[in-house]
């Protein structure tokens, strides 16, 4: 069984750096590929980036690229999302999502954690 459990969220101000993390298990991380998104009060939810964690590469929405970056524990199976300057438009839950094989901006995905909190004050 697939299981993503999402942490470190919370209330940061803005310009401020934010990780969150993703723990995973019960998918190989050879042929998964784990994703960020996010979803603001009354509107769709996001893709934020992933990362195709045996080949390493990942890839961004064009909203935060140079401001998040993704990585990839194999050995921990862990999946991190770090967020720098952060900006109050950034508010949202954020969840991490997971799908066997490769991904990229446009997959679906499979497996999702419950989401944490990002609020960013002005």
């Known amino acids: 069984q697939v299981q993503l459990v999402e942490s470190g969220g919370g209330l940061v101000q803005t310009g401020d750096s934010l990780r969150l993390s993703c723990a995973i298990s019960g998918l190989t991380f050879g042929s998964s590929a784990v994703a960020w998104f996010r979803q603001a009060p009354g509107k769709e939810r996001e893709f934020v980036g992933g990362i195709n964690r045996g080949v390493g590469n990942t890839y961004y929405a064009d909203s935060v690229k140079g401001r998040f970056t993704i990585s990839s524990d194999n050995s921990k199976s862990i999946v991190d999302l770090q967020m720098n300057s952060l900006k109050p438009e950034d508010t949202a839950t954020y969840y991490c999502?997971?799908?066997?094989?490769?991904?990229?901006?446009?997959?679906?995905?499979?497996?999702w954690g419950q989401g944490t909190q990002v609020t960013v004050s002005s």
């Open positions: 999502a997971a799908r066997r094989g490769i991904g990229t901006t446009y997959s679906n995905y499979d497996y």
